[in-house]
């Protein structure tokens, strides 16, 4: 996991968890009836469920977004409501990143295969990766919908939507009358309310010591903490690291971060700016001001910024 929820167990605490987004998802609701909390539980991974089954390009199960991928170049696509807000979303984190995120990567993520069944070994060719990159003006937003402008233009929402999951798993929690509770999917976390009369504690793991915590933070009230590593799906290749957080610009994995953890309103934002801070350190050119609670770990493993 990205992040290790650092808090002491405690005997009002009701835990569940779910593999759901290709992820072991926990969940921890405390200061509450156990019949009431668990319920809440099951329709809270019950949402998150539905999200993946509606945002995933991968699997048997078809959805909208698959759809689109496999629209003509210039039709224009009309997406479901809740598809089009997220990917208006995503776009303006493109646009704020200056192209460090980007949703239309899935013909470049599905080249590489780090969520496919069988995990990659060796990377593609050169020549592969170029074919499959898409261009930085790639998809467009029409009065009737949306456009692809490009082949290589396929929507792959997996470095936003587990964020957004976790929002709306949070958002059914507090519609069964829960009040402090987290939710941790793979290191993407969303908290509300204490634990107890303590603060929640969140470990954020070392890069490469997975037993091994490099800063600890409380936090309580509504927050969101996600990280982005190298270490999440990988494979080493003639002595190099291969990972899945692809550069939009390259379309190679970025080289410059171990990790980048992002602390934001919501766990949505936070998902989307952790991948973009992780690529943005490849470009000397980039802005490096995003305003955001960061902590960076270059690729020597090295803190090089610390706001949280």
């Not at 329709?43 to 089954?53: D, G, K, T, V, W």
């Not at 402090?180 to 490469?208: E, K, Q, T, V």
Request: proline share 5%.
């Amino acid at each position: 996991m990205a992040l290790l929820l650092a808090a002491c167990s405690e005997s009002a605490d009701i835990r569940d968890s779910r593999f759901i987004m290709g992820t072991l998802v926990e969940f921890t609701v405390t200061g509450a009836d156990e019949s009431v909390a668990s319920a809440a539980i099951r329709a809270a991974a019950n949402e998150m469920q539905r999200i993946e089954n509606a945002f995933t390009i991968y699997g048997e199960v078809d959805n909208s977004v698959k759809r689109f991928n496999r629209s003509d170049v210039g039709e224009t696509v009309q997406l479901p409501d809740e598809v089009s807000t997220l990917l208006a979303a995503a776009l303006t984190i493109k646009r704020e990143s200056n192209g460090a995120f980007d949703p239309v990567l899935g013909k470049l993520n599905q080249l590489w295969g780090f969520s496919l069944p069988e995990a990659p070994t060796s990377p593609p060719s050169s020549r592969a990766i170029r074919q499959a990159t898409p261009p930085p003006l790639c998809i467009e937003k029409r009065d009737q919908g949306w456009v692809r402008l490009h082949d290589n233009c396929q929507l792959d929402f997996g470095a936003i939507a587990k964020g957004y999951a976790i929002d709306r798993g949070i958002e059914i929690l507090r519609s069964h009358d829960i009040s402090n509770a987290i939710i941790n999917a793979g290191g993407d976390i969303r908290l509300i309310g204490s634990h107890g009369d303590r603060p929640w504690r969140i470990g954020i793991r070392h890069p490469r010591n997975k037993s091994d915590v490099i800063k600890t933070l409380e936090l309580q009230g509504d927050v969101a903490v996600v990280t982005s590593g190298d270490y999440e799906r990988f494979y080493i290749f003639e002595g190099k690291r291969y990972h899945h957080i692809l550069d939009p610009k390259t379309g190679w994995p970025g080289n410059s971060v171990q990790s980048a953890t992002v602390i934001a309103r919501s766990a949505m934002l936070a998902d989307a700016w952790s991948t973009a801070l992780f690529i943005s350190e490849d470009h000397p050119d980039a802005s490096k001001d995003f305003n955001k609670k960061v902590l960076i770990v270059n690729n020597r493993g090295e803190i090089i910024k610390d706001t949280l």
